[in-house]
């Protein structure tokens, strides 16, 4: 009988779970082996990577980053909504704040989570007992395998405190009979951070010769390690309050900015920095390759297209436009975006159009087509991962892509070290200059723009500008319900972007990134070579005469748009059934892990 906290999950054990580890990935080709035993296993180098490998492996697939923790668990929020109606069950009813402690995709992501958990740990233990360990050709390899899988529980625990809170955190395999209690995330991510401390000396840069991409290198530890050290330090949710903090937080924020100001003075050595085109770090992700210049430290390798949902991501299936195309294929466009969101990026801000698809492919008269039609507002959806932008294009329903899910950015390296300067030494030229050279590049050829309506004088307005721009660069990457979270706002910007639909619904003015607009009721677009030109601004009043040659479209008014405003039991609006201080803020522990742990604390609200 296994430990009550990992039985329902059916997770590894010492003995024979070490055969269920190997898999093919596209960053790595492993030989299946016939190992039975721990023993066997960490008896070679193949043996022990091929057990590393298997960690890795838990970051895929439908129950984590390949569709249930990157789709599913972010959202809503102010910028993207989850798929569209009232609670059910599963995913709206995660979107719509809703969820119950009985909830199927809830207990999927605590268990692939807590899997990968206890396969960390036993490569955590095993590893430096492999007389190989400690001299040998095989001592720096096996030095680095230790560093990943330190991260990798890092990072497994990362994401079960951010959904849930107070967790328990197991720190050695699975021990028959044994009880997990709730752990205070304080203490968990004290340890963490030290881990990964440790880690980062034992793996190696990227230009040491380390795996890139879809493996731990230095560079992404470092980086996680300063997101930890920012979790630590920021607001937390906990028994129906978001304005828990620690009293030692500033000291924690010192550390992410140290560790931020570190790696930031890498970029000279080639190891990561930038990209000056915004859209390559997204088509390289869409087009399965590197970016140029690293800026993606960490990536969730996943399979090839069509293939399986234990290894594979439903991303550019599930999220991104609508289609249905004979050349591009099928897809769903569940995730689509909260409509005040589009008008928090300055128009020339070329990030609006890559982050914010306002187009499908959809049935018309005649069929499926390949041209693209523009919608409504309400209807557009996420756009960082499009099947259309697949090479080669896959055609028909399959459900998966083979794409990647970004972990880490550089950018985010940048603007945690420019939050972290502010909020120690206020809006400094070095805090200035960091969030700058993030904004800039998201503009193109219209740098100048960057700087418009951005006041960056004092600390709080600084704060605010900061708080904006993570905003616009990190749509739909997972981040911004967490990014509030930290900062105590998610039920403040909730409330926010509620109130902003319903006048949008009504064609009040609403708050926009100029300023309260009153936005147009209308748009007008050209479909040209199969794309779309829209014909007419979004920010000003309609002409008085329609363009020639132009389609409408309801932009800002309209049925769906009120839908999205309504709230309640029965409702159907973004996050339609959050209340604040109900705690519904972090997710339930599944009921089935809480009846068989003694002890084990239910969070508020379930």
């Known amino acids: 009988m296994k430990s009550s906290l990992f039985r329902l999950a059916s997770a590894v054990t010492v003995v024979c779970g070490m055969a269920g580890l190997w898999s093919c990935k596209d960053y790595l080709e492993v030989t299946p082996l016939a190992y039975n035993t721990t023993e066997a296993t960490f008896s070679s180098l193949s043996g022990a990577s091929g057990a590393v490998t298997g960690v890795y492996d838990l970051l895929s697939g439908d129950n984590t980053y390949g569709k249930t923790v990157s789709l599913y668990f972010p959202y809503d929020t102010d910028e993207f909504i989850g798929q569209s109606g009232a609670s059910q069950a599963g995913r709206r009813a995660i979107a719509r704040y809703a969820e119950s402690s009985t909830d199927a995709e809830v207990e ?21 007992q492999m007389p190989q360990y400690a001299a040998g050709p095989d001592s720096a390899t096996l030095h680095h395998l230790h560093g990943e899988v330190l991260a990798l529980r890092a990072q497994f625990m990362h994401e079960l405190i951010r959904n849930w809170g107070d967790v328990p955190a197991p ?22 951070i030290a881990d990964l401390d440790q880690a980062s000396k034992l793996v190696l840069w990227r230009s040491a010769g380390s795996a890139e991409r879809e493996r731990f290198t230095r ?12 979790a630590r330090g920021g607001y937390y949710p906990k028994d129906g309050r978001e304005d828990n903090r620690a009293g030692d937080y500033k000291t924690y924020l010192q550390l992410a900015h140290d560790i931020c100001q570190e790696l930031m003075s890498t970029r000279h050595t080639g190891e990561h920095s930038l990209n000056p085109s915004y859209s390559d770090i997204f088509l390289s992700i869409n087009h399965q390759q590197a970016d140029a210049t690293h800026e993606l430290m960490l990536e969730v390798g996943h399979g090839t297209a069509n293939s399986a949902a234990s290894s594979d991501s439903k991303l550019g299936y599930y999220n991104g436009p609508k289609l249905n195309s004979p050349t591009y294929g099928t897809s769903s466009g569940a995730i689509t975006v909260a409509p005040p969101y589009f008008y928090a990026f300055d128009s020339t801000d070329l990030r609006r159009d890559l982050t914010i698809a306002a187009y499908n492919r959809a049935t018309t008269t005649g069929g499926p087509s390949d041209n693209k039609i523009g919608v409504a507002l309400d209807k557009a959806n996420d756009g960082k991962f499009r099947r259309d932008w697949h090479i080669p294009a896959v055609t028909g ?11 880490i950015r550089f950018a985010d390296v940048v603007l945690m070290f420019a939050e972290t300067e502010n909020e120690l030494n206020g809006p400094t030229t070095a805090a200035v200059n960091a969030l700058l050279s993030v904004r800039r590049r998201g503009f193109g050829a219209n740098q100048a723009n960057a700087s418009r309506n951005l006041n960056l004088a004092t600390q709080a307005a600084f704060r605010t500008a900061l708080q904006n721009e993570r905003l616009v660069e990190f749509g739909g990457e997972g981040i911004r319900k967490y990014d509030l979270l930290r900062w105590g706002l998610l039920g403040t910007k909730i409330l926010e972007t509620q109130a902003s639909i319903n006048k949008m619904a009504t064609g009040a003015a609403v708050p926009t990134f100029y300023g309260n607009l009153v936005l147009p009721a209308s748009a007008y677009y050209k479909t040209v070579n199969g794309e779309v030109q829209w014909a007419t601004s979004f920010y000003k009043a309609l002409p008085s005469v329609t363009p020639a040659g132009t389609t409408r479209v309801n932009w800002t008014q309209g049925t769906s748009l009120t839908a999205l405003g309504v709230t309640g039991p ?15 803020e972090l997710l339930p522990i599944p009921q089935k892990t809480i009846d068989a742990t003694p002890g084990l604390r239910q969070n508020m609200g379930y």
Not at 108 to 117: E, F, K, P, S
Not at 574 to 581: F, N, T
């Open 108 to 128: 999927n992501g605590w268990i692939a989570l807590y899997q990968g958990v206890e396969r960390a740990n036993i490569c955590i233990k095993y590893i430096p």
């Open 219 to 230: 560079g992404g530890v470092m980086a996680l390690r300063a997101r930890l050290a920012l």
């Open 171 to 192: 720190r050695e395999p699975s021990i028959v009979g044994k009880q997990f209690p709730n752990e205070d995330r304080l203490a968990t991510y004290t340890q963490l």
């Open 570 to 584: 029965a409702g159907t609006g973004l996050a339609a059934e959050y209340v604040p201080g109900k705690g519904k």
């Open 397 to 407: 329903g399959g459900n998966y892509l083979g794409y990647n899910w970004p972990l």
